[in-house]
């Protein structure tokens, strides 16, 4: 270890390392496997805490009546080491047996796997689904990653100058670091004061959804308070408990992922009285896992640009063959999309007025590549599903939907389209990373000024903007009326008509993200912001 470098465990409910690992659902694994990358990369010392998923996220494919359905495999691992570590977490009033394991195989920072799959142990199945269906097991699996990740690094050995606690999910761990320095006869303000130096926190979403909150007579039920006082409890994440209040009263200093995620974040969270401050540190993706060689190589060495991106779209051309049966025009205009399915992001918004959509593509002025999962009991984004996958059946040959969105799906179109479209509701995509991705491939960004947009997007230089950063009640019609002039005005003749002016942009794209935009970037940033 370089002397004074923070030890750091990066704590997280997913991690996205490789699609053969599934232990991850989307943008917050994906950010928290390239960070694991990026520390490895630079030789940080960092360790990850996750857990072993059995039975992954969902696997989500299409039914006969174009619904997309659930369904779950069991997966063993064979390149995972076996540590011999088991630590417990005593749950609803049971010790609940946790082993450890731990994963090297991805070029990243040690990443220690929480299981509770022990055969002949009643809690078997704890750690079966990612952000599993009911309240009681969401909260007992965030139990085994705070509590049962504190311990396990404690009975592996690992000194930690900083637990990063990437979302709320892991806001147990502070509160057994707590448990810890009272039972050395340490006073609650006085423990709590001391652990703070120690723990940082990432915020994320701003949707109110996914901003947990939970009974106390929930946490009881579940033995959460882990021997503290409810009134202590109450203290940290008040009544009801809210983890990311607590996330906030139990660390030295927090951050958004972008700029302007920072400042809604901030107006969110202003009134928890004695929270850490919300600074901006914006995500970035892993470029060794993201970008594609050729496209470097191409672009450091003023090689032709546009024949490698011509070759990755041809390999995506071919690979949505082999899926779909679907052979789409190398020639055309492509358009991808690619996200989790939620109304914010309004996945079905380009296709909001047929006649104009529809004469784009039956005209072969574009093509459309989309993909997506839904959340298993989120019914409004599976309908949104079905919508996709009925307007593909209408423009055969013009739109394709591809089921199981995973990380090879998220690579091979963050390589192959042409342009990468994005709309969510301003403000609430916190970051999103995908575009990100995109741009160090050279494929342009077509995005409301959402997330991490606004600190990328030169209009017409690198990419364009719609929508000019509106917020208000009918911004999906005066959204979809810009997107729209946008491609008719700018997108769509440039590419036509202008392949040199395309290819520049190419190239402004991959230098405005290579670096900029990159979980190097990130990291050093958490180093000198965060850690210190
Ligand atoms: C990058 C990625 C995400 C996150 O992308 P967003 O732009 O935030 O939607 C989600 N899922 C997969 C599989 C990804 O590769």
């Known amino acids: 270890m370089d002397n004074g470098t923070p030890r750091v465990a990066y704590f997280c409910m997913e991690f996205g390392l490789h699609e053969k690992l599934h232990i991850y659902a989307g943008g917050l694994g994906i950010l928290a496997g390239d960070i694991l990358k990026a520390a490895a990369d630079a030789g940080r010392p960092m360790v990850g805490i996750g857990i072993l998923w059995r039975q992954d996220y969902t696997e989500q494919f299409i039914d006969e009546y174009d619904r997309p359905y659930d369904s779950y495999h ?7 080491e076996d540590t011999g570590v088991v630590v417990t977490v ?13 994963c090297t195989a991805f070029g990243n920072a040690p990443l220690y796997l929480l299981d509770t799959y022990l055969p002949g142990t009643l809690s078997w199945n704890l750690t079966g689904q990612l952000y599993g269906w009911f309240e009681e097991e969401r909260i007992a699996q965030e139990m085994i990653l705070g509590i049962g990740g504190v311990r396990a690094l404690q009975a592996l050995g690992i000194d930690v100058d900083m637990y990063h606690f990437n979302d709320s999910h892991a806001v147990f761990a502070g509160v057994e670091l707590i448990r810890q320095q009272m039972t050395k006869g340490v006073p609650f303000t006085d423990a709590l004061r001391s652990v ?13 959804d996914g901003n947990e909150v939970h009974t106390h007579r929930i946490l009881q039920y579940m033995s959460s308070y882990d021997g503290l006082s409810s009134d202590q409890i109450v203290q940290l994440g008040g009544d009801p408990f809210s983890m990311t209040a607590a996330g906030l009263r139990l660390s030295r200093k927090a951050n958004a992922v972008s700029q302007l995620h920072g400042h809604t974040a901030r107006q969110m969270w202003k009134l928890v009285p004695g929270g850490s401050d919300i600074l901006s540190i914006t995500n970035g993706v892993h470029n060794g896992t993201w970008q594609d060689d050729s496209i470097r190589q191409a672009h450091a060495s003023g090689g032709d640009l546009w024949a ?11 690979d949505i063959e082999r899926r779909n049966g679907v052979r789409l025009d190398e020639n055309v205009l492509t358009i991808g999309f690619a996200r989790r399915a939620t109304p914010y992001k309004r996945s079905d918004l380009i296709f909001s007025n047929r006649e104009v959509v529809g004469d784009l593509l039956r005209n072969h002025r574009i093509q459309i ?41 998220g690579k091979m179109l963050t390589r192959g389209c042409d342009v990468w479209l994005n709309n969510p509701v301003r403000p609430m995509e916190a970051s999103g990373t995908s575009g990100m ?84 970037r990130m990291l050093q940033e958490y180093y000198e912001k965060m850690y210190v």
Request: include cysteine; charged fraction near 20%; hydrophobic fraction near 40%.
């Open 74 to 80: 069991e997966y063993r691992y064979d390149s995972l």
């Open 90 to 102: 005593l749950i609803r009033d049971e010790e609940v047996r946790v082993k450890v394991w731990k």
């Open 196 to 208: 703070k130096q120690h723990i940082v926190f990432t915020t994320h979403t701003p949707v109110s």
């Open 308 to 318: 490698a991106h011509s070759a990755l779209k041809r390999v995506m051309i071919d």
């Open 369 to 409: 590549v989309l993909s997506g999962k839904a959340h298993p009991n989120d019914m409004g984004g599976k309908a949104t599903i079905t919508n996709l996958v009925r307007i593909a059946k209408e423009y055969p040959g013009s739109v394709v939907f591809l089921q199981g969105y995973d990380m090879a799906i």
């Open 437 to 520: 991705k995109a741009a160090m491939n050279g494929i342009l960004n077509l995005s409301t000024l959402d997330g991490w947009w606004p600190e990328a997007c030169q209009q017409g230089v690198n990419g364009w903007q719609f929508g000019g950063g509106y917020e208000g009640g009918d911004c999906n019609s005066v959204d979809v009326v810009s997107l729209y002039h946008v491609l008719a005005s700018d997108v769509i003749p440039t590419y036509e008509n202008q392949r040199d002016a395309w290819v520049g942009m190419m190239h402004a794209s991959i230098d405005m993200a290579q670096w900029q935009f990159s979980a190097a």
